[in-house]
């Protein structure tokens, strides 16, 4: 069975994001404590993919340790990915691109790990400040990249983005098929 990996930093809104997703209210946790899921949920969709939720990164208040442990976790998961069609990196769309996030993804892309990104919590944005954010993040990916992921913009709050995602996998899935 196919699987897609949902990451991205702690309190980016991606309990709230798997929770459209699967169309559930309280399925996946909404993180009261951050570091505290260590981890990994499948979430069975359709009885025809699964929905891999992997623990955030970038807590401020982590140990070291506790940093070098969850990079090791992570780098286990994408070195045995073998069901894994693509990642989806989660950044809320009101920060300017973090040196973390940019970081992950470069690493993904160095491991030819395909990956999408996730915009999250577009209703707190205008559109006109979602599309200049966006550009933003073009502009500093473009400078290490020769094209910009695919993306989404979502909101779990509003409901939107969802079914550009799941049509986004459901194609993913039926290209595989006639592999
Ligand atoms: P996680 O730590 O990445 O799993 O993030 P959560 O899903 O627990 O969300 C973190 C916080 O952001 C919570 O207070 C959510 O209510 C809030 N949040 C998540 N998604 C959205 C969204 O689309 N819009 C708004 N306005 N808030 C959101």
Request: without cysteine.
């Given at each position: 069975i196919p699987e897609y990996a949902f990451i991205g930093r702690s309190n980016v809104g991606k309990s709230s994001l798997i929770n459209m997703l699967?169309?559930?209210?309280?399925?996946?946790?909404?993180?009261g404590r951050p570091g505290k899921t260590q981890l990994i949920n499948?979430?069975?969709?359709n009885k025809s993919w699964y929905l891999v939720d992997l623990p955030g990164y970038g807590y401020a208040k982590v140990s070291k340790s506790a940093k070098k442990t969850f990079q090791k976790f992570i780098t286990q998961y994408f070195r045995?990915?073998?069901?894994?069609?693509?990642?989806?990196?989660?950044?809320d769309i009101r920060h300017k691109p973090q040196p973390i996030d940019l970081d992950f993804m470069q690493w993904l892309g160095e491991n030819g790990i395909p990956f999408s990104i996730i915009?999250?919590?577009?209703?707190?944005?205008k559109p006109k400040a979602i599309d200049n954010h966006v550009e933003i993040y073009k502009n500093i990916m473009l400078e290490t990249w020769e094209e910009f992921p695919n993306y989404f913009i979502t909101s779990s709050s509003k409901d939107i983005g969802k079914e550009e995602v799941l049509a986004y996998i459901?194609?993913?899935?039926n290209n595989m098929q006639l592999e």
């Open positions: 699967t169309s559930r209210k309280s399925l996946a946790k909404t993180s499948h979430f069975i969709i045995m990915r073998e069901q894994m069609v693509s990642a989806f990196v989660l950044v915009f999250t919590k577009a209703d707190k944005l459901d194609s993913l899935n």
